[in-house]
């Protein structure tokens, strides 16, 4: 009797420990991401060989090896069959709904921005075509890796609409200049639009909304200072060109000072501030930029196209300023996604400082993740692949012609990938890209959205380039 009472409770015991541990919870995620070379971009730029990521709800909780699949349970697990698994990437300078324009007036004329952009901005932009032309512009960024966009234009709010149906983050600045524009009949009228922009706007998971004064030889010394002192108020971003012509300081009729040292002088250079180009700058400008923590946006690509000049990136590195990329608008490199960028930026650099060691490519996808966050102040949230932090993440398949051999992840992104490349695209949790197909937006009504504006915009295009032919 005491041992069928003893073995019965060494059974029950067993039992129950058997019962515990087939029953020992996994901790549930939303997706799992495993068998993939993880390229961290975090500040010991750690790559994970073979590694695993685990996502829940908008968020990174764990990144690792294998080990982690025994911790963590899910319905969705997305296999990278050794493809470069990287942090979205960030293009800090775009004017997207110009995509619609894109391929007009590439034949060599001398007085594009006259003779194309502001004709086709007068007469075709409107809301409509700014919504739709977003929604163009953000599956192909989606399509090609780019997780955030920040962005200069008119009609914010129907970009931010676009923006969030795609499904991509967009640091939206409403433009500010001293003409009447499409959205603003009064000079300046975009500052009180802005505001309108940012009230609505301040809180949502995907915007973050912004100033975008064109220029400081385009919005006067107390406009710069009003929005600065409401960028302060809002603690939002301000995005302007700076350095992009080699006569701004004439334009402003500076005597014995740049543009940057005008635009400290007002109090308007600080960490909220992104210059984009930055290409007409000496060595002082660089030390103020640092010294005031604004950032660069770098666009080598539309740099180079539109002839304006190679910017000094390299220094602006080594000095530790916040750099990003970016492609400008899509009159300007025609390209949206930051793959071809990507090469040029260390070419371009290689080229003007004669020296074939600078710009690695490590440093170029620090440039188009981790520095993008960085120039944008939202290096706390995206840029990098850290646990805590927003699941903005993309798949690189590297089983494509073009992606073998892959000695070096990194060399192989800048130097031979293209974004066709993209496997999948995660934005905030949420996946946005799958097997190369967005699940996001009908693709075939964006398809007949975009036939339609081309079709309208063809027939006025005929006549630029009639007037543009007399006058070249
Ligand atoms: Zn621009």
């Given at each position: 009797m005491k041992n069928y009472l003893k073995n019965t409770f060494i059974l029950g015991t067993l039992f129950l420990f058997g019962c515990s541990s087939l029953t020992e919870k996994k901790e549930s995620a939303s997706i799992i991401i495993k068998n993939g070379t993880i390229l961290t971009m975090d500040k010991n730029n750690t790559v994970i060989e073979n590694g695993v990521i685990i996502i829940k709800n908008e968020k990174i909780i764990s990144i690792g090896k294998d080990e982690l699949l025994k911790k963590y349970s899910t319905t969705k697990i997305i296999d990278a069959e050794n493809g470069i698994i990287m942090p979205g990437m960030i293009n800090?300078?775009?004017?997207?709904?110009?995509i619609a324009f894109r391929g007009l007036g590439e034949e060599g004329i001398k007085n594009r921005l006259f003779a194309y952009f502001f004709p086709l901005e007068s007469e075709k932009l409107s809301r409509d075509l700014i919504y739709k032309a977003t929604v163009h512009g953000t599956i192909d960024m989606a399509l090609s890796g780019v997780t955030t966009y920040a962005d200069m234009y008119y009609h914010m709010d129907e970009m931010a609409k676009a923006t969030k149906e795609v499904g991509i983050r967009g640091v939206l600045g409403e433009t500010v200049i001293k003409y009447p524009v499409v959205d603003a009949?009064?000079?300046?009228?975009g500052i009180n639009y802005a505001i309108n922009f940012i009230e609505e706007y301040k809180n949502d998971e995907l915007i973050i909304p912004a100033f975008g004064p064109h220029a400081p030889y385009t919005v006067s010394k107390e406009k710069m200072q009003e929005i600065n002192s409401l960028s302060k108020k809002y603690n939002v971003p301000i995005m302007i060109h700076v350095g992009e012509f080699d006569d701004e300081d004439k334009r402003l009729n500076l005597k014995n000072k740049s543009v940057v040292e005008y635009m400290d002088s007002i109090g308007v250079l600080n960490e909220r501030v992104l210059l984009a180009h930055?290409?007409?700058?000496n060595e002082k400008d660089l030390d103020i930029i640092k010294n005031k923590k604004a950032s660069i946006a770098y666009n080598p690509m539309a740099n180079a196209k539109g002839a304006t000049g190679i910017a000094r990136a390299h220094e602006m590195i080594n000095k530790n300023i916040k750099v990003g990329l970016g492609t400008d608008g899509p009159m300007s490199s025609n390209q949206v996604d930051l793959f071809r960028t990507l090469s040029y930026a260390s070419s371009m650099q290689r080229l003007k400082y004669n020296d074939r060691t600078i710009m690695t490519p490590d440093l170029v996808v620090k440039m188009a993740t981790i520095g993008g966050a960085e120039a944008l102040n939202l290096d706390n949230k995206i840029g990098s692949i850290e646990s805590g932090k927003l699941a903005d993440i993309i798949i690189v398949e590297t089983k494509s012609p073009n992606m073998m051999p892959n000695y070096n992840p990194f060399a192989t992104l800048v130097f031979q990938a293209n974004?066709?490349?993209?496997e999948t695209t995660i934005v905030n949790g949420k996946i946005i890209v799958e097997n190369k197909k967005l699940k996001t937006y009908d693709i075939e009504k964006n398809r007949k959205q975009m036939k339609e504006i081309e079709k309208d915009i063809a027939d006025f295009a005929k006549d630029l380039a009639k007037k543009a032919k007399e006058t070249n």
């Amino acid at each position: 009797m005491k041992n069928y009472l003893k073995n019965t409770f060494i059974l029950g015991t067993l039992f129950l420990f058997g019962c515990s541990s087939l029953t020992e919870k996994k901790e549930s995620a939303s997706i799992i991401i495993k068998n993939g070379t993880i390229l961290t971009m975090d500040k010991n730029n750690t790559v994970i060989e073979n590694g695993v990521i685990i996502i829940k709800n908008e968020k990174i909780i764990s990144i690792g090896k294998d080990e982690l699949l025994k911790k963590y349970s899910t319905t969705k697990i997305i296999d990278a069959e050794n493809g470069i698994i990287m942090p979205g990437m960030i293009n800090t300078h775009n004017h997207l709904p110009m995509i619609a324009f894109r391929g007009l007036g590439e034949e060599g004329i001398k007085n594009r921005l006259f003779a194309y952009f502001f004709p086709l901005e007068s007469e075709k932009l409107s809301r409509d075509l700014i919504y739709k032309a977003t929604v163009h512009g953000t599956i192909d960024m989606a399509l090609s890796g780019v997780t955030t966009y920040a962005d200069m234009y008119y009609h914010m709010d129907e970009m931010a609409k676009a923006t969030k149906e795609v499904g991509i983050r967009g640091v939206l600045g409403e433009t500010v200049i001293k003409y009447p524009v499409v959205d603003a009949k009064e000079p300046y009228g975009g500052i009180n639009y802005a505001i309108n922009f940012i009230e609505e706007y301040k809180n949502d998971e995907l915007i973050i909304p912004a100033f975008g004064p064109h220029a400081p030889y385009t919005v006067s010394k107390e406009k710069m200072q009003e929005i600065n002192s409401l960028s302060k108020k809002y603690n939002v971003p301000i995005m302007i060109h700076v350095g992009e012509f080699d006569d701004e300081d004439k334009r402003l009729n500076l005597k014995n000072k740049s543009v940057v040292e005008y635009m400290d002088s007002i109090g308007v250079l600080n960490e909220r501030v992104l210059l984009a180009h930055a290409i007409h700058l000496n060595e002082k400008d660089l030390d103020i930029i640092k010294n005031k923590k604004a950032s660069i946006a770098y666009n080598p690509m539309a740099n180079a196209k539109g002839a304006t000049g190679i910017a000094r990136a390299h220094e602006m590195i080594n000095k530790n300023i916040k750099v990003g990329l970016g492609t400008d608008g899509p009159m300007s490199s025609n390209q949206v996604d930051l793959f071809r960028t990507l090469s040029y930026a260390s070419s371009m650099q290689r080229l003007k400082y004669n020296d074939r060691t600078i710009m690695t490519p490590d440093l170029v996808v620090k440039m188009a993740t981790i520095g993008g966050a960085e120039a944008l102040n939202l290096d706390n949230k995206i840029g990098s692949i850290e646990s805590g932090k927003l699941a903005d993440i993309i798949i690189v398949e590297t089983k494509s012609p073009n992606m073998m051999p892959n000695y070096n992840p990194f060399a192989t992104l800048v130097f031979q990938a293209n974004s066709s490349n993209v496997e999948t695209t995660i934005v905030n949790g949420k996946i946005i890209v799958e097997n190369k197909k967005l699940k996001t937006y009908d693709i075939e009504k964006n398809r007949k959205q975009m036939k339609e504006i081309e079709k309208d915009i063809a027939d006025f295009a005929k006549d630029l380039a009639k007037k543009a032919k007399e006058t070249n």
